[in-house]
């Protein structure tokens, strides 16, 4: 069975600081795909990114950047220079191909407060 | 409109109360789900349609009725509530396929049971 974890309950970070969101995740799926989404109080959740299990290789968007290690299960989420903005719940998820399931398996978030 | 939108974004009802929720999607996808979030536990997936079928039922109570006319549009019917219904209720689309199953959320109902 698939699942996805967010050690992190809640990380406080004082505007500028940086921060790393971790996602550990479990696939017995060779192929894959992860997402992180952001949930401000407004509550939708905005998508950000979308990794293939068969590619590795970081990426940066901005501030934000994101780490995919296959070896450890790992698919962190680093926010440089915090603003905040970025306070929101972050959840980390995950889908399998080869199912065909459809949904998302979803992390319970992490809170980030940026304080001024 | 774009994106993924939903209404209505408040409700309040009694448990002996029906009501629907709405929503649409205007980005051509083939897919809509409906997830529910509440205080104590992570996104729960409850329904998934795929070209208007419904392909995924995660053993939701029958006072929650889904319901999708079309590619567009799903509604969740709901009736004779409890307490413990009161959460924020997520629409989303995807367009199926090869995958990747990639989501777009729409801004969520506030439930809330009396």
């Known amino acids: 069975a698939q699942k996805v974890t967010q050690a992190q309950t809640e990380i406080s970070v004082v505007e500028k600081e940086d921060v790393t969101l971790d996602c550990v995740y479990e696939?017995?799926?060779?192929?894959?795909?992860l997402f992180w989404y952001k949930q401000p109080p407004s509550g939708e959740l905005v998508f950000l990114i979308r990794?293939?299990?068969?590619?590795?290789q970081n990426e940066i968007s901005g501030r934000y950047s994101w780490n995919f290690q296959k070896s450890t299960s790992s698919f962190n989420f680093t926010i440089t220079a915090s603003q905040v903005v970025d306070s929101a719940v972050y959840f980390c998820a995950l889908s399998e191909a080869a199912t065909g399931r459809r949904a998302l398996t979803f992390g319970s978030g992490t809170r980030l407060q940026v304080q001024p | 409109e774009t994106g993924v939108t939903q209404t209505p974004r408040h409700l309040v009802m009694g448990m002996t109360n029906k009501k629907s929720l709405k929503c649409e999607q205007h980005?051509?996808?083939?897919?809509m789900y409906w997830y529910k979030q509440s205080a104590k536990k992570p996104l729960e997936l409850m329904f998934v349609y795929s070209l208007e079928e419904r392909v995924e039922n995660n053993s939701v109570p029958s006072r929650f009725s889904p319901e999708c006319p079309n590619s567009s549009h799903l509604f969740l019917h709901l009736h004779t509530l409890q307490p413990e219904d009161s959460a924020l209720y997520l629409c989303?689309?995807?367009?199926?396929?090869?995958?990747?199953?990639?989501?777009?959320f729409g801004p969520g109902t506030r439930l809330t049971v009396t």
């Open positions: 989303a689309s995807s367009q199926e396929g090869t995958g990747p199953y990639e989501q777009y």
């Open positions: 980005l051509g996808h083939n897919a």
């Open positions: 696939t017995r799926d060779t192929t894959y795909y």
């Open positions: 990794r293939n299990s068969f590619d590795e």
